[in-house]
């Protein structure tokens, strides 16, 4: 393998990848396993120094993900005003609308998993408690233990009917019946218990209606997490509520006549937010006791929202089972990863994986010529600075070279913290453009060497007693 700067004259000649894991430079272990586990939903702890591409991996991620299917909407509770209902609109109510056609009616099949909540409470696969799933034959939930509606009437079982008197008062429903309205037209919908895991859904129109103009909507009902609503979700650490959503607050509280209703002041969290897409939470261990709630939606894949602010009357406003099922990407330093909560970890390494990054490569022609194409990405990237002569590259390299000592005590190796490496090159690009050259030459780089290597606290210690100058300086060059 030759290099891929020979005959040429400039880094604009070099052809860069379009696909956003050929971006990602030097960490090929990393790839392959991030590629498997989106394939299979897994969840994935990135771990390295900073700079060496962790959010480069989250978003090369989403990109092999399909778009979304569902719509996350909530609607005004007229019983309980302080318990909006959800909805989740899938893609399999538009395909069954279309190919009715003209049809006044249709049918299809439905996992119990895919029913509204208030359904599958009716029908016995729910726990109103918890939200647990399970068979409608089962009469306590088996996660929390809390009593459900079961259908126990059929069983001779004389210890059975005692069951129904002390547990269960209500009987789960063989079949339920409810008015909807799905891609803006309102239907009588028939649910049927085919089975313990299968229901026959039958919805019969009531009515043609075009799509209302949204000046003219109604604020019964509103969109919390559109469908073509971007979702890859990137968050600090920094806040829970970020995370986990909020509610305004209204100085009239529930009354609804005179403030703004529940349902229209609930805010989604990032986890609601990255539903069917990928939640990546940037220094994870910074969320603190807050990973415990993480968790809870990991494993339950739905999430309540409420208010916060115990003095705000968004306190008492609850949104129950908002559905948050993503794909956690998420990054810390190596330093920090003993700060992230075990059962979370726990829970990543049973479902996912943990990755330690590179920050560093062995030096040859391949590598090398990895970081020249991470040299015209970053010019292209940028857009405000001009292409490197050959020198000028090479320049690049050789301080990869010595950032990979200077940090990793690597020799022939270069270096991965490519953030650091960029920086370099937008600097020796900004003095280009000062001295209007059209190219970045080498002496460009070599100054850039001395300008983005930072501030040193010894430095700051020294100009704050007056010396002019540091008597010794870690240049790259």
């Known amino acids: ?32 396993i991030v590629q498997s586990a989106v394939k299979q939903r897994r969840h994935v702890l990135l771990c390295g120094a900073p700079g060496i591409g962790k959010s480069m991996l989250a978003k090369a ?7 979304p299917n569902q719509e996350i909407r909530l609607r005004r509770n007229p019983s309980q005003p302080d318990r909006p209902i959800v909805i989740v609109s899938g893609s399999e109510y538009e395909q069954a609308t279309q190919s009715a056609g003209d049809e006044p009616s249709f049918s299809l099949y439905m996992t119990p998993d895919r029913l509204p909540v208030d359904i599958s409470i009716k029908m016995g696969y729910r726990c109103q408690k918890c939200g647990s799933l399970s068979v409608p034959t089962d009469p306590l939930c088996l996660d929390c233990g809390a009593a459900k509606r079961c259908d126990w009437l059929g069983s001779d079982s004389y210890h059975a009917l005692f069951r129904i008197i002390d547990v269960v008062r209500e009987p789960a429903l063989q079949t339920v019946t409810s008015i909807e309205k799905i891609a803006d037209s309102t239907y009588h919908t028939t649910y049927e218990r085919i089975g313990d895991t299968e229901i026959s859904v039958t919805r019969r129109r009531l009515e ?12 019964a009902e509103r969109v919390l997490v559109a469908r073509e609503a971007c979702r890859f979700i990137r968050v600090s650490g920094a806040s829970h509520v970020e995370l986990l959503g909020d509610v305004k607050h209204d100085p009239y509280g529930s009354a609804e006549s005179l403030g703004m209703a529940a349902h229209l002041r609930v805010i989604p969290g990032a986890i609601h937010e990255a539903h069917e897409g990928v939640l990546y939470i940037d220094e994870i261990s910074a969320l603190g ?7 809870t939606a990991m494993q339950d894949h739905v999430y309540p929202i409420s208010g916060h602010n115990p003095l705000s009357s968004g306190a008492a406003v609850r949104v129950d089972n908002v559905p948050c099922d993503f794909i956690l990407f998420a990054s810390c330093n190596p330093e920090n990863i003993g700060a992230i909560l075990p059962a979370l970890r726990s829970r990543i390494r049973g479902y996912g994986y943990e990755i330690m990054l590179s920050s560093w490569m062995k030096k040859s022609v391949e590598s090398v010529n990895d970081i020249i194409r991470f040299i015209s990405q970053t010019v292209e990237e940028d857009g405000k600075i001009p292409h490197l002569t050959v020198k000028a590259a090479e320049e690049v390299i050789a301080a990869a070279e010595k950032m990979a000592f200077q940090y990793d005590g690597q020799r ?9 490496l960029g920086g370099l090159i937008r600097i020796a690009g900004d003095l280009a453009v000062q001295d209007n050259a059209t190219l970045i030459q080498p002496e460009h780089v070599k100054k850039a060497g001395v300008l983005s290597r930072g501030i040193d606290l010894d430095e700051m210690v020294s100009h704050s007693y007056g010396a002019p100058e540091m008597a010794s300086r870690n240049y790259f060059f």
Do not use: C
Request: aromatic share 2%; glycine share 2%; no cysteine.
């Open 1 to 32: 393998m030759t290099s891929i700067l020979d005959g040429l004259e400039t880094t604009a000649q070099v052809v860069t990848p379009k696909s956003p894991f050929q971006r990602v430079i030097g960490q090929a272990h990393a790839v392959s």
């Open 61 to 67: 991620a989403y990109s092999l993900l399909s778009p």
């Open 208 to 219: 043609d209606s075009t799509q209302t103009p949204p000046e003219q909507r109604t604020d």
């Open 289 to 295: 006791p807050h990973q415990s709630h993480l968790l």
């Open 412 to 420: 022939d190796a270069l270096t991965l913290r490519l953030r650091e």
